[in-house]
């Protein structure tokens, strides 16, 4: 039996198309959004965010904030809220506007409460950190400084390249029952599968009757693998090294907040919703550069006994030359000399300089799907290191990939 929604309740929040009157709604104040709040209110639409109905109110704000559960108690670590400039927006609460996404009409807002924040309260507590090279906490700083709380409604989607890739909880939830799983281990991942995410993933199937392999595609930092990138490796895998019906693969429309031990738990009530039992949470899951301590997105859920799905925490996996097998920490002996890691800087530089990536670290049928683009990773402005390991890189290459 799949896991029931978060607060019990699959939220649906979509207006069926037959029952849209866009003439009237198109009378309405629009309001401009962002890409992460139009993801956002897809998520609440489809009950990806179960029990929420809307961007939050300053009750289930603040709570969610300094206590990580809403108002009613029930455990909720990132706030979701729509900010707006309350000088360029005459918007009052009692009001209705529409909602758009570059010109477009995505949704609908009955406005419950507008209320302002400190920015610099607010990264603190989700990231922990202030400093602006953290990609979350400069994201955060150039919101607006006044939030809107209140119910939505989901009239349209924005743009979705992937949508054959795509299922809502519902109906990732119809398939696990069709496919009689009652207990099924979610793996979130932003990254191309190495031999370490594959022997966590299997290691994890022994106790579950399913894999549901769920990739965030959205924005990404500088580095990371392209959406593309990424499905096809993980579609080859699951093809040539898994079971037959054994894994679900389905995307996850979100950009990442990198705001570790707060966005696991975030990404746990998720997968419970799409009707997971399990989730796996590795070393630094949802973490970026060294703002948090490694396993401290493991130890965080200590914080949540009523979470209502179950975390299988793993140690680091990695190839043992010693062992002639991938192992990790705890059941390995041996020391670092023989060990092969690889870690995503030094990756992304074998990948670049068309050097040989290690089969005891990465699947040749992944490796290849990769050699086929020419430009297999994240490439926009960003503040990272990895920008610069890329343009050394390419510079270094005797055949530099046009990036």
Not at 135 to 142: E, I, N, Q, R, S
Not at 213 to 241: A, C, H, M, S, W
Not at 380 to 396: G, K, S, V, Y
Request: glycine residues 6%; proline residues 5%; positive net charge.
């Amino acid at each position: 039996m799949t896991s029931r929604p978060h607060g019990n309740k699959l939220v649906n929040r979509e207006i069926e198309k037959d029952k849209r009157n866009l003439k009237e709604f198109l009378e309405l104040f629009q309001l401009e959004i962002s890409e992460d709040s139009a993801l956002d209110l897809e998520n609440i639409a489809y009950g990806v965010y179960s029990p929420l109905e809307g961007f939050m109110v300053r009750e289930d704000f603040e709570s969610s904030l300094y206590k990580m559960r809403l108002s009613n108690n029930l455990p909720w670590s990132m706030p979701i809220v729509l900010d707006f400039d309350k000088g360029k927006a005459p918007i009052r609460e009692g009001d209705t506007i529409a909602l758009r996404y570059r010109s477009k009409l995505v949704g609908i807002i009955n406005v419950e409460e507008i209320f302002r924040y400190s920015k610099g309260e607010y990264v603190e507590r989700i990231y922990k950190t202030k400093d602006v090279n953290h990609p979350g906490v400069k994201k955060a700083y150039g919101m607006k400084d006044c939030l809107l709380g209140g119910k939505v409604y989901l009239l349209d989607t924005i743009q979705n390249p992937f949508k054959n890739y795509y299922l809502k909880p519902k109906e990732t939830r119809k398939i696990f029952e069709e496919k009689r799983w009652k207990s099924i281990v979610a793996f979130q991942t932003r990254n191309t599968p190495h031999l370490g995410h594959e022997y966590l993933q299997k290691t994890a199937l022994n106790f579950v009757d399913g894999l549901f392999i769920n990739p965030v595609i959205g924005r990404k930092k500088q580095g990371d693998f392209r959406d593309k990138v990424i499905l096809k490796t993980y579609e080859v895998l699951i093809e040539k090294y898994f079971p037959k019906d054994s894994v679900l693969m389905s995307i996850l429309r979100y950009n990442m907040k990198y705001a570790g031990p707060r966005e696991a738990i975030h990404h746990a009530i998720i997968r419970k919703n799409f009707g997971c039992t399990h989730i796996i949470i590795g070393r630094d899951h949802a973490g970026v550069g060294n703002y948090y301590k490694p396993y401290e997105a493991q130890e965080i859920f200590k914080e949540f006994p009523d979470l209502g799905i179950t975390p299988l925490f793993f140690k680091e996996f990695f190839y043992c030359k010693y062992c002639k097998s991938t192992v990790n920490e705890k059941i390995c002996p041996h020391g670092e000399e023989h060990h092969i890691k690889i870690s995503g800087t030094k990756l992304r530089e074998l990948v670049l300089n068309r050097e040989k990536i290690p089969e005891e670290f990465m699947r040749p049928e992944v490796v290849k799907v990769i050699r086929k683009f020419r430009n297999p990773f994240v490439n926009h402005e960003a503040n990272f290191d990895e920008l610069a390991i890329t343009q050394r890189a390419q510079r270094n290459s005797p055949n530099p990939l046009n990036l």
